[in-house]
């Protein structure tokens, strides 16, 4: 998938949910195609931004203004969401958009180049409002202040609401067309292109906030991805650490 990798190299997100493969009560079962691994990459990455970006809002609204610890904890967060943010799209638009355009027939160039450059207007504007909301985010943790507080918290419930709205588009006009013309081997080497530095303890809650929302069968593909030792060590001891990470950020479990 499009995958984040950390310093030393190893997959963070490997492995792709695919969509109409989510398990839900009453939702219609589609079988998992092979070739269409690319597009549910995205979806996957996407879920975890757009989920991540609205629970920051609300938790930075009601966090006391002046605590050190809980500000820290925070704009950390914020931090890592929004680096993961900058590097999904510094992927899509290096490596990802052109391996499209490269595979799509002479008679579609068209109207995807017109596609892809909405998506590079839009991603830009939410590149410059990340940068935004770290400035707000250190605004906060210097000033300790109400006012500070919530500035950031605004500032996130934008970057939300657009993040929401831009990743909606993608899946409308983008994302088909990946599963359309792009097969395992550009799948794979657009996932080893990606990278953002992460310490393990980042790596850790990013790969469990992309299990959360997952099905068992999502769940069973993302395990599968990683390599058996990294595995293993989530098994034994890394979804024990990936609850006390997520308890301590919102005062509450993951939702599984």
């Known amino acids: 998938m499009t995958a984040v990798q950390a310093?030393?190299?190893?997959?963070?997100?490997p492995v792709p949910r695919r969509?109409?493969?989510?398990?839900?009560?009453?939702?219609?079962?589609?079988?998992?195609?092979?070739?269409?691994?690319?597009?549910?990459?995205?979806?996957?990455?996407?879920?975890?931004?757009?989920?991540?970006?609205?629970?920051?809002?609300?938790?930075?609204?009601?966090?006391?203004?002046?605590?050190?610890a809980r500000t820290?904890?925070?704009?950390?967060?914020a931090d890592l969401v929004g680096r993961l943010l900058l590097a999904h799209?510094?992927?899509?638009?290096?490596?990802?958009?052109?391996?499209?355009?490269?595979?799509?027939?002479?008679g579609g160039q068209a109207p995807l180049r017109t596609a892809v450059a909405d998506w590079t207007v839009r991603a830009g504007r939410i590149d410059a409002a990340v940068r935004d909301l770290g400035t707000a985010a250190r605004q906060w943790a210097?000033?300790?202040?109400?006012?500070?507080?919530?500035?950031?918290?605004?500032?996130c419930r934008r970057l939300a609401d657009a993040v929401?709205?831009?990743t909606a588009a993608e899946e409308h006009d983008l994302l088909p067309l990946l599963d359309a013309h792009l097969g395992a081997a550009q799948v794979s080497a657009v996932a080893s292109a990606a990278s953002c530095r992460l310490t393990g303890r980042e790596r850790r809650l990013v790969l469990g906030l992309a299990l959360e929302d997952s099905c068992a069968g999502d769940r069973?593909?993302?395990?599968?991805?990683?390599?058996?030792?990294?595995?293993?060590?989530?098994?034994w001891l890394g979804g024990r650490r990936h609850r006390a990470d997520v308890v301590r950020l919102r005062g509450a479990p993951p939702a599984r």
């Open 7 to 13: 310093a030393a190299g190893t997959s963070v997100l």
């Open 142 to 155: 210097v000033a300790g202040t109400p006012a500070a507080r919530d500035g950031l918290a605004l500032d």
């Open 220 to 235: 069973a593909r993302i395990l599968r991805g990683l390599s058996p030792p990294d595995r293993l060590a989530w098994r």
């Open 89 to 106: 799209h510094r992927l899509e638009r290096d490596v990802l958009w052109p391996a499209l355009l490269g595979a799509v027939p002479d």
């Open 72 to 77: 820290r904890a925070l704009t950390g967060h």
């Open 164 to 166: 929401a709205d831009h």
């Open 19 to 68: 969509p109409g493969d989510d398990g839900r009560p009453g939702s219609r079962r589609v079988p998992p195609d092979p070739g269409s691994a690319a597009g549910a990459a995205q979806r996957v990455v996407h879920q975890v931004l757009r989920r991540e970006l609205h629970l920051l809002a609300e938790l930075v609204s009601w966090a006391p203004p002046a605590e050190a």
